[in-house]
């Protein structure tokens, strides 16, 4: 296994591990057919989104799906991602 699956292993297993302490279990998608799944119902997930809130001050992404739910994702890098770079020029002036 290279340096780069031992390290998606090792976070992987840290993570179950952290959810274990809640009592909750974790399922763990490493292998190429588990992994096209999975993202295979990413792919699906994300296509129902309507309305994306991104809020960088508190590392969180809000999705409003197409069936009025809404779901959550914590992430230190994804609102970043999704935020537009800050405009100082006024609109139609």
């Not at 992430?75 to 770079?85: D, G, K, Q, Y």
Request: hydrophobic letters at 45%.
């Amino acid at each position: 296994m290279s340096a780069m699956n031992d390290k998606i292993a090792s976070q992987a297993e840290r993570v179950v591990a952290l959810e274990a302490e809640l009592e909750s279990a974790g399922e763990v998608s490493l292998e190429a057919a588990a992994l096209t799944l999975s993202r295979a119902a990413l792919h699906d997930w994300v296509d129902s989104v309507v309305g994306v809130v991104s809020s960088p001050g508190v590392g969180r992404v809000s999705l409003i799906h197409k069936d009025g739910s809404q779901s959550s994702i914590a992430s230190s890098r994804l609102p970043f991602l999704l935020s537009r770079p800050a405009r100082f020029e006024r609109e139609g002036g």
